[in-house]
């Protein structure tokens, strides 16, 4: 990083190490860095000139002084420049001092740690000064924590500000030298943005190193303070006198708790009385208005009454919470009991008896913490609601006045929570010092824990480096004063096998949401489970793709990673892929053509069956035997192909019935004409008849033409089975053992006759529908 680099300079360094960067506008630096003093005054000559830089572009008169072609937006975003730099500069010196504090603060550090032999006092040391020692290096390592953390924020931010500046300076180069007065202008005007900048990276560059100073100097404390700690621990001694202590303590506290009830008590009475008067006045002013309507100001009064609401209730709770901490009081110093029955026993019995005491303490502290940690975000969320709510209103509203004081009661008790999660926290963490103080450790416990833990490590160190491996990498060149560089971005395989996480992660729920989309619309009726579900899988393979852009862009992997990918693919398409994309195309083609669809009725090639589903490769038709058989997409356009429910679902069908010529016509067509009617199966419309299709020896053909509908209700066959058995029973009962009804196969009808019904294309097979 470039903040590391840069640390170890002192205050003058970095300033000679910036000014580089101005190379276009400042002389040529001396061989030797400048002093601290030197560096801060010239700090004060650009601090002067940007203050004069910035009287002149707030000069009223100062539009018109501008050369021709420079406008008002150009000269604005010259003085903002001027009065940024102002600012920045200022900043500027304060870091410097800033920095240079941090840097004595850590020579007193290293003095003091140096320093330091042992206490004043002697031995024995009372306990609780080794439980003080303990809670300052707590401290002081959240301190450390927090400015490691920062270190890393202004580590980015000062890259950030340097590749800005590099842009900058870029641009500026850029620029004719020389020129007419615009020309001028606008390279003055890039100086002087150059220098803004210059003088944002010091201030960054300037609170990193005190911030490293500030590490360095936690890190000493807490080495004099491990120090301190084995030294007290080793003399320390945990007497009557000190248990004595401690409850005095403890009862001074209490003491403090009850008075603070007694305050709380007070201010519970009125706010009780109010509570009760407003409730009183909302009820009278609801009672006075009209049935129906609304009484001027019931919102005013129904918001006062929930203010005196709140304060009765806040002031309750505050009341339970220190009765609460009272409590608490008690368990610490019940605590501290057992902590020193532990210290003073003589068999392994009392100890663990004492060790379980302290244990189920701990439970109860820890129970306690969890209950009052969850209060808090509520009141948290209240207080952000009426901030909401009052930005919402104008201050002269009655309201602002009674949602300020609302805030103020919740701040209240926000206040209270948080004092007393942070006093069980506290407590919290001592207890568990002395739990794992007290908890037995064998020696061949240890070992094995010793054992395990650096098989632990090793292996983590293993993981870290395979996550770390670079399978490939990025460049990206640029200049920057004639001179080019190219800048690497490594591509780990962690970050690759991050990139596949999420990307599975996302994928996971986008198909758990399209399945219930999917179940709900197939469950309205509004799409049949098939067709939805080869939309789903199109939609899928769609989301895929844009799922695995969005992947890499938000993970920062660069597309380019992938390009060894694609030209594998293109290989892979020279050497057999054509036919998987042909297929590809074809059955997107196939779906949003829509002249085959999902549910449709075809014959291919002579196999005739259902489409249930139509791939990315291939579809899949069953036929009327419940085979289902894998067809290329592309056969769909390559070939002629059959959709018998492309327009509508309605066949027409032809049943032929043999009748002995001893029936009468007339009556044989009316009770054929009646089967037909009374099937349910049979569609209305087109409205069935019959006709007397041939006269053949002894037998009269009577031909019924009927239409029925593609579905998963209807077969062809029972129907016309059906037909067949009424026509039996109903001719029968007419001319009974004389008269046979048949299909027309069976009946072997003329010709002519056979000719004529396939000029009508009906179907006498069995139906594709199966």
Request: glycine share 6%; hydrophobic share 45%.
């Amino acid at each position: 990083m470039a903040c590391v680099a840069i640390l170890p300079q002192p205050a003058a360094a970095q300033v000679q190490t910036l000014k580089k960067v101005l190379e276009s506008q400042q002389p040529a630096a001396p061989a030797a860095a400048e002093k601290p003093d030197d560096a801060k005054a010239r700090l004060q000559q650009w601090l002067k000139e940007a203050r004069e830089a910035l009287a002149r572009f707030e000069d009223p008169a100062a539009a018109g002084s501008q050369p021709a072609g420079i406008t008002a937006a150009d000269l604005e975003e010259r003085r903002r420049d001027a009065e940024q730099t102002v600012i920045t500069i200022g900043r500027y010196l304060t870091t410097l001092d800033t920095a240079a504090a941090a840097g004595k603060a850590v020579q007193a550090a290293r003095e003091a740690g140096a320093a330091w032999v042992g206490f004043k006092e002697k031995p024995p040391y009372p306990i609780t000064m080794v439980d003080e020692l303990r809670n300052e290096q707590d401290a002081v390592r959240g301190k450390l924590a927090s400015h490691e953390s920062s270190l890393v924020v202004f580590q980015r931010t000062l890259d950030e500000v340097l590749a800005e500046t590099k842009a900058q300076e870029e641009a500026a180069n850029k620029l004719p030298v020389g020129g007419d007065d615009v020309a001028k202008w606008r390279m003055e005007a890039a100086r002087a943005k150059s220098r803004l900048l210059a003088a944002r990276a010091g201030v960054v560059q300037s609170n990193c190193e005190a911030v490293s100073y500030q590490i360095e100097v936690a890190k000493q404390e807490l080495a004099l303070l491990e120090r301190k700690i084995k030294a007290a621990k080793a003399g320390a001694s945990f007497s009557k006198e000190d248990l004595s202590k401690i409850e005095t303590a403890s009862d001074e506290r209490k003491n403090a708790y009850r008075k603070e009830l007694e305050a709380i008590a007070k201010r519970q009475k009125p706010a009780q009385a109010a509570r009760k008067q407003e409730r009183v006045a909302f009820d009278e002013l609801v009672a006075a208005a009209p049935v129906g309507t609304q009484p001027p100001g019931l919102e005013l009064a129904k918001l006062r009454m929930e203010v005196a609401d709140e304060r009765s209730d806040t002031l309750q709770t505050i009341s339970e919470s220190l009765e609460n901490h009272i409590q608490l009081e008690n368990l610490i110093f019940e605590a501290y009991q057992n902590r020193r029955a532990f210290l003073d026993a003589s068999d392994q019995v009392a100890r663990d008896k004492a060790l379980a005491s302290l244990n189920f303490l701990l439970d109860r502290i820890r129970a306690w913490e969890i209950f009052s940690g969850n209060e808090i975000p509520g009141v948290e969320a209240d207080i952000s609601r009426l901030d909401s709510r009052a930005a919402s209103i104008g201050a002269d509203d009655p309201r602002s006045a009674l949602l300020v004081e609302q805030r103020r009661v919740k701040v209240e008790k926000l206040a209270v929570f948080q004092r007393i999660l942070q006093g069980i926290v506290s407590q919290r963490k001592l207890l568990e010092r002395w739990v794992d103080d007290f908890t037995p450790k064998k020696e061949e416990k240890q070992d094995i824990y010793h054992g395990v833990s650096n098989l632990a490590s090793k292996s983590w160190a293993l993981v870290k480096s395979v996550w770390s491996f670079e399978v490939t990498h990025t460049e990206e060149k640029f200049e920057v004063d004639g001179q080019v560089f190219t800048k690497k971005t490594p591509v780990t395989l962690g970050e690759l096998l991050r990139a596949l996480f999420f990307f599975s992660i996302a994928y996971g729920l986008i198909a758990r949401i399209s399945k219930r989309i999917q179940r709900s619309v197939v469950g309205r009726g509004h799409i049949a489970d098939a067709q939805a579900k080869t939309l789903r899988n199109w939609a899928m393979i769609v989301v895929s793709v844009f799922l695995a852009i969005g992947t890499l862009s938000l993970l920062k992997i660069p597309i380019t990673v992938f390009a060894f990918s694609g030209g594998a693919l293109a290989i892979g398409q020279n050497f057999g892929s054509q036919t998987l994309i042909k297929n590809f195309i074809c059955g997107i083609i196939v779906l949003f053509e829509r002249k085959i669809r999902v549910g449709d009725i075809v014959d291919v090639g002579g196999l005739a069956g259902t489409v249930t589903e139509i791939n990315t490769r291939s579809s899949v038709l069953r036929g009327a035997d419940g085979k289902e058989t894998l067809i290329p997409n592309s056969y769909f356009l390559d070939n002629r192909i059959t959709n018998l429910t492309l327009s509508n679902r309605r066949v027409r069908r032809l049943l032929l019935v043999r009748v002995s010529v001893k029936a009468p016509v007339q009556m044989v067509v009316t009770i054929l004409k009646e089967c037909v009617e009374r099937h349910g199966l049979i569609l209305k419309d087109p409205t069935p008849f019959v006709t007397l299709e041939d006269i053949v020896e002894n037998a009269n053909i009577f031909g019924i033409y009927y239409w029925t509908e593609f579905n998963d209700k209807t077969n062809s066959d029972v129907v016309a089975s059906d037909l067949r058995l009424m026509a039996e029973k109903k001719i029968g009962e007419i001319i009974p053992q004389e008269i046979k009804a048949e299909d027309s196969a069976a009946a072997s009808p003329p010709t002519e006759t056979n000719a004529e019904a396939g000029n009508h294309g009906d179907l006498k097979s069995t139906p594709l529908d199966g």
